[in-house]
């Protein structure tokens, strides 16, 4: 069958499910659920996937909300990753809804490329996405080994084919200090929470000497009791973001010199604890992003080329992308002046622009599993950028 009418009859089935994926995504949007507790979201879209004729494991990677659904068998084997987790208080304001449902659909689409073609089309449920990295433990636990190609689609502002994802780590910090009156003996306290104040403007310093991708930024999860009482104890959380994972080893040291500096000044005593899962910086797959850009382009969708005036912070994917040849393109799904992660972008993660970027997703998607499928010589081409051209 010609892969041109492959692709007709792909967008076509995506078409199909417009209704049932549609409410999905609403369902899922009117649901919202943090990370690791998305036991709603994991369920509907393993529910939908076992009823298209997808094989669905639960409880992958020991994630009680991770999934791993395929179809077919053998190679080629093309993974489209589902996120579903939303963001505290404000929801789904990164429009995880969109992604989750565009990656079942553009699974169920893509069962008939493999009935025609061969291989095997796997959607993975990630959780986890916002700070927790559900995608860092699949790694490790060697989910994505068997995936030859891996792709899911973000809502955003812009159509994007490649973006930038910064490598980021947490960094919980604490002082420890001495309590007094503020008023009648404050000589006889250490104030925990100057040491935290001192810490955050060295810091700002420190911002004028790192590179310009770099962000480290943080709150003050305690900052003591009463006014009247010296803190005795202080606390705070940050994230450590560089353009490379290389600079973020760099980074981490040049951060933590400045809350032991705090501490020596004011005599409060630091501990610290970075985070267990280090989120990589994306590694784009241009031949993969090529091909997925003709497909979007085919939509009816401008492409723009990425630009960090669009803003980019810090993506799990990026840890898959070192381990299989990945992309994360974007597609827009309201104007450029509403900002990712407030309560205006979820509201147009549940509009009709909304709606009409996850179907178009989709579409892109399961396209290019068709072309990936049906034009061996497009996946060597991907395989060589990615392992190098022996």
Known sequence: MEIEELKTRVRNRVEAQKQELIQLSLRIHDSPE??????????WLGQYLKGNGFRVEEDVAGLSTAFRATYGQGSPRIALLAEYDALPEIGHGCGHNIIAASAVGAGVASKIAIDSLGGSVIVLGTPGEEVLGGKIDMVKAG???EA?????????????????????ISL?????GKPAHAAAQPYKGINALEALILAFNCINSLRQHIKGEARIHGIITD?????????????ARFLVRAPDNKYLVELKEKVLNCFKGASLAGGARLEHKWGDRVYASMKNNMALA?????????????????DSRFGFGSTDM??????????????????????MHTPEF????????????????????????????GQPEKLDKIKGEFYGDD
């Open 346 to 373: 979820a509201l147009a993660a549940a509009s009709e622009a909304g709606h009409k970027g996850l179907l178009d997703a989709a579409k892109a998607m399961t396209m290019t599993v068709v072309g990936i499928l």
């Open 223 to 235: 900052g003591g009791e009463a006014p009247n009482i010296v803190p005795a104890h202080s606390a």
């Open 148 to 168: 030859n190609i891996a792709m899911m689609v973000h809502p955003n502002t812009h159509n994007l084919v490649t973006t930038q994802a910064l490598a980021c």
């Open 290 to 306: 090529q091909l997925f850009k003709r497909n979007l382009e085919s939509l009816g969708r401008h492409v723009v080329a990425f």
């Open 143 to 145: 989910i994505f080994e």
């Open 318 to 339: 990026g840890n898959v992308s070192q381990v299989v040849p990945s992309i994360h393109p974007m597609v827009a799904i309201a104007s450029p002046e509403v900002l």
């Open 34 to 43: 943090l990370g690791f507790q998305e036991w709603k979201a994991s369920s």
């Open 172 to 176: 919980d910090v604490e002082f420890f």
